[in-house]
């Protein structure tokens, strides 16, 4: 499956040109990122091309709709290859697609840079694409990304601080409900009546 033909200029053959940018990344360019998805391939043991697609929210809302029949924007997207038989060579491994304006909405939420957040989308990508699944593989891909992302120099792992933004919440509501001061009820104050002896005038 070529998911991103129509973006392609014509200029490059789709196996050449593997990294698409429709929105530009600060301090992301073009060289830097196809090396580090080369990189994150090797490390993922993943053959074949992956072609790249960095574009809008509302690009990747679209996409979501129309292949996941989820009408909403997410931040990144794997679309595998079809398997091809033993005997023949690994062409495309698949396509993955990122929306740059969620990925910069995480980073500023994270303290990281939006460069550093569609790295991670890219490793969390890849991993996909070789078959990992999040959702029903017991942590194995957790791990396996968590593990990746201290090589590579990256910074907490998508599904590593999803665990810590939950725990951050829960812990948030623990601290608000402890917080709130507890009303103590009023004492009424008894007066004295004063005895005689204090009572009584000195003459």
Do not use: Y
Not at 26 to 33: D, G, I, K, M, Q
Not at 40 to 67: E, H, P
Not at 106 to 134: P, R
Not at 172 to 199: G, M
């Amino acid at each position: 499956m070529f998911l991103f033909r129509n973006c392609w200029d014509g200029r490059l053959s789709p196996r050449k040109r593997v990294v698409i940018f429709q929105k530009r990344v600060a301090r992301l360019s073009e060289p830097t990122l196809q090396a580090f998805l080369l990189r994150a391939k090797k490390a993922v043991k993943v053959k074949g091309t992956v072609n790249l697609l960095l574009t809008s929210s509302t690009a990747m809302r679209s996409l979501n709709r129309q292949f996941r029949a989820k009408d909403v924007p997410t931040d990144v997207l794997s679309f595998p290859s079809p398997s091809l038989s033993p005997n023949q060579p690994a062409r495309t491994a698949g396509d993955i697609a990122i929306s740059v304006e969620i990925a910069a909405q995480n980073a500023t939420k994270l303290g990281h840079s939006t460069a550093e957040e569609v790295k991670i989308l890219v490793l969390h990508g890849i991993l996909h694409l070789a078959g990992f699944d999040h959702e029903r593989d017991n942590g194995q891909m957790a791990r396996k990304e968590a593990t990746l992302r201290r090589t590579m120099g990256l910074p907490v792992a998508l599904i590593e601080r999803d665990k810590i933004e939950r725990d951050k919440s829960e812990r948030d509501k623990i601290q608000r409900s402890e917080s709130k001061p507890t009303r103590v009820p009023e004492r009424k104050s008894v007066k004295q009546r004063p005895d005689k002896a204090s009572a009584r005038r000195r003459t």
